[in-house]
């Protein structure tokens, strides 16, 4: 899982939040957790190596590219390996750093979803075309395509990969929204 901020690049206030970024984490078969609006002390280890990296590396900006890439490599190397942090008993953020069991795939997986599921395509400005209707879900999910379970004679839900974004009403062509991606309780074959 990867916490972030409801924020660019991690989110928008697209369908479920979709940003491209979160897309591909998505693709990738990581959990998506966001953080109350307005509640940075949710993520505060995050939030407080962000103030200390601003701080000490971009306040005020280097004078070049490379100068800056160096700032952000010291800090780095001073953050993890150097400087002793009182939240995790004055040890170092490195000793305490597990490398993920996951490797890093060559190529993203297409999803797959049960045969009792329709797909969906979404065109390139990220539009749905169903039962008559053109309903905009998201430009982050342009050229993607999404699993669509029939949930009542005029629902139907929206999968993309192992998550749920919302409900379209195909009676009116109205799409309701999920704040957040919701984990999907389909069976898949990609194993999302």
Do not use: C
């Not at 984490?25 to 509640?39: A, C, D, T, V, Y």
């Amino acid at each position: 899982a990867i916490r972030t901020d409801n924020g660019p690049p991690f989110a928008s206030n697209a369908l479920a939040g979709l940003s491209k970024l979160s897309v591909w984490w998505i693709k990738l078969g990581i959990k998506l957790e966001r953080i109350e609006p307005g509640k940075p002390q949710q993520n505060g280890r995050h939030e407080r190596m962000h103030k200390t990296l601003k701080e000490e590396t971009a306040l005020p900006p280097r004078s070049s590219l490379e100068t800056q890439q160096k700032a952000f490599r010291d800090f780095q190397k001073e953050f993890n390996y150097l400087r002793p942090h009182e939240g995790i008993q004055n040890s170092f953020p490195a000793n305490h750093y597990q490398k993920s069991k996951r490797k890093f795939p060559k190529r993203i997986v297409k999803a797959s979803y049960p045969t009792n599921i329709m797909i969906g395509e979404i065109n390139d400005i990220g539009n749905l075309h169903i039962e008559g209707h053109r309903i905009f879900l998201s430009s982050a999910l342009a050229d993607e395509e999404v699993g669509l379970e029939e949930i009542s004679d005029r629902h139907v839900k929206i999968h993309f990969y192992g998550v749920s974004l919302g409900v379209i009403d195909l009676y009116t062509g109205k799409l309701l929204h999920f704040k957040n991606p919701m984990q999907s309780s389909l069976p898949s074959e990609s194993g999302f």
